[in-house]
């Protein structure tokens, strides 16, 4: 989709394999204008297009909602537009959440409520300590959320929380769910009824996620949450090649507007690292059906229409579903099945055949 605005374009929108990200926002890849193309080719590009994910130009960018070098209005003043709680230590180059110390937690708010329906955050941060392999933890969330600054049990925030939350977990408290690495990215909406699970890594109440080595990287590691016409979608870049991949992408979200970005971190026992270097965050440019642009969407409670994600596919004793994928013995009973299969089809073309030459025999 394209659309123009008071300046020009405003978003415009390839397919995601068509994508590179370049510090830490996605460009196209077209080296020729598109204004200089020819007709024909213009046509044929805008039919293709899909409403996939920002190109991150300039004129997308909300300064208002974006934490960027050298951090300028971050603190406590009435002017701030990002306010910081607990063992949050504001540099020139980053913003550390946690030191890599023992029971710390720290968070960081922007002040200003969001009023877009349509909007994509970029989250470039870095994980790193002095802790070994499974010695480290706990991690980084990323809050969409009605509230900021309470202070929780939940990487640094409030459990019960009412809006969407992202989390880079990166220690294992569930020794039973070996069917997935850590650290684990997982993405989970919430109106307040339902607590974080701890214990189970928050599989009970995750729409989906994947697993991401991001720790003690020699470079930083960016996400890119996108969120549209009901559609939720989670992209990373962990290897510095300037590419994004898909972690999470669902449909049927339902997100209000009026709501805080945040970003909080926490330690335990184990400890970590935790720094933001940049939040932007960017405005998309969707057209809206008239009855969605009459509503109020302040008052729309954060919910998840589908009853399961297209990650999840096990169903789970509270009622959710979980994912996970194929071990050792459903793969073999998958080709056992194959197998049985061939063979019924072999057996029944054999009768089959042998039917019909004596049917044949039955004619001379």
């Known amino acids: 989709m394209y659309t123009l605005?008071?300046?020009?374009?405003?978003?415009?929108?390839?397919?995601?394999?068509?994508?590179?990200?370049?510090?830490?926002?996605?460009?196209?890849l077209h080296p020729q204008p598109l204004e200089d193309r020819p007709l024909p080719f213009l046509l044929l590009h805008f039919t293709l297009l899909k409403c996939d994910i920002t190109d991150g130009n300039v004129e997308h960018l909300k300064r208002e909602h974006s934490l960027?070098?050298?951090?300028?209005?971050?603190?406590?003043?009435?002017?701030?537009?990002?306010?910081?709680?607990?063992?949050?230590?504001?540099?020139?180059?980053?913003?550390r959440l946690t030191p890599d110390e023992r029971s710390k937690q720290g968070s960081i708010w922007n002040t200003v409520p969001v009023h877009l329906k349509?909007?994509?955050?970029?989250?470039?941060?870095?994980?790193?300590g002095s802790g070994k392999k499974n010695l480290h933890g706990d991690g980084i969330a990323i809050w969409y959320t009605k509230e900021r600054?309470?202070?929780?049990?939940?990487?640094?925030?409030?459990?019960?929380?009412?809006?969407?939350?992202?989390?880079?977990?990166?220690?294992?408290?569930?020794l039973h769910g070996m069917d997935r690495s850590f650290p684990y990215i997982s993405a989970m909406v919430n109106n307040g009824s339902l607590p974080y699970d701890h214990g189970n890594d928050g599989r009970?109440?995750?729409?989906?996620?994947?697993?991401?080595?991001?720790?003690?990287?020699?470079?930083?590691?960016?996400?890119?949450?996108?969120?549209?016409?009901?559609?939720?979608?989670?992209?990373?870049?962990?290897?510095?090649?300037?590419e994004w991949k898909e972690c999470i992408d669902i449909g049927g979200v339902r997100l209000p507007t009026g709501y805080y970005?945040?970003?909080?971190?926490?330690?335990?026992?184990?400890?970590?690292?935790?720094?933001?270097?940049?939040?932007?965050?960017?405005?998309?440019m969707v057209e809206h059906a008239p009855d969605e642009d009459s509503l109020d969407w302040t008052k729309?409670?954060?919910?998840?229409?589908?009853?399961?994600?297209?990650?999840?596919?096990?169903?789970?004793?509270?009622?959710?579903?979980?994912?996970?994928?194929?071990t050792g013995w459903k793969v073999f009973l998958l080709l056992l099945c194959a197998l049985l299969g061939i063979v019924v089809c072999g057996v029944v073309g054999a009768v089959v055949f042998q039917k019909r030459q004596e049917r044949n025999r039955r004619f001379y």
């Open 261 to 284: 970005f945040g970003a909080s971190a926490a330690t335990g026992d184990l400890s970590d690292n935790h720094d933001i270097i940049s939040m932007k965050m960017y405005q998309l």
């Open 68 to 95: 960027m070098k050298p951090y300028q209005g971050v603190g406590s003043s009435p002017s701030s537009q990002w306010d910081f709680w607990g063992s949050t230590l504001v540099t020139s180059s980053y913003v």
């Open 204 to 242: 009970t109440s995750e729409l989906g996620g994947c697993s991401s080595e991001i720790r003690n990287k020699d470079h930083d590691t960016y996400l890119a949450i996108r969120y549209s016409k009901g559609r939720l979608t989670v992209m990373i870049d962990i290897d510095d090649k300037n």
């Open 149 to 174: 600054l309470h202070p929780g049990p939940v990487f640094g925030n409030q459990d019960h929380f009412v809006g969407l939350a992202l989390f880079v977990d990166t220690f294992r408290n569930d």
């Open 118 to 128: 349509d909007w994509e955050m970029h989250v470039q941060y870095k994980i790193h």
């Open 5 to 28: 605005g008071p300046s020009g374009p405003l978003a415009l929108s390839i397919p995601k394999p068509r994508t590179k990200r370049h510090g830490g926002s996605l460009k196209l």
């Open 300 to 326: 729309i409670e954060p919910s998840v229409s589908l009853l399961k994600s297209p990650k999840d596919n096990i169903d789970d004793p509270t009622g959710n579903f979980r994912s996970t994928p194929l």
